[in-house]
């Protein structure tokens, strides 16, 4: 399977963004998903994650109540909305595919990963 993440780019702070992630190659609609980030010289960090149907939803507190990932199966593409964006959220962001119908908050949970897109936040 591959992913491919798009929608990175430069925004002040408070601005927002909306990351796609289309995948292709295999069924996606049976497998959860998720988005991670990783900023310059930390570990990747989970953010977001939901279920293969999209009726499941979870964050990491420092996004919750800003950020919202949802699910297009018919369209094979998963997104994440990033409003009230802070200069900390600045960071490569990754889309992961698990192996099963739920795929966790750790990086161990997801086999298929895309390219990073970079967000870059100024204050």
């Known amino acids: 399977v591959q992913l491919q993440a798009s929608g990175g780019g430069l925004v002040q702070a408070g601005g927002s963004l909306r990351l796609s992630c289309a995948a292709s190659?295999?069924?996606?609609?049976?497998?959860?998903m998720a988005w991670f980030r990783q900023a310059p010289g930390k570990e990747r960090e989970f953010v977001a994650g939901?279920?293969?149907?999209?009726?499941?939803?979870f964050y990491s507190d420092s996004v919750k109540g800003r950020f919202t990932i949802s699910r297009d199966n018919a369209k094979s593409t998963g997104y994440l909305q990033m409003n009230s964006l802070k200069p900390e959220d600045t960071a490569d962001y990754y889309c992961?595919?698990?192996?099963?119908?739920?795929?966790?908050?750790?990086?161990?949970?997801?086999?298929?990963w895309g390219q990073g897109t970079l967000v870059t936040v100024s204050s």
């Open positions: 992961a595919l698990a192996l099963f119908s739920y795929g966790g908050r750790d990086l161990a949970g997801y086999r298929y």
């Open positions: 190659g295999r069924a996606f609609s049976n497998n959860g």
């Open positions: 939901i279920n293969w149907s999209g009726t499941s939803v």
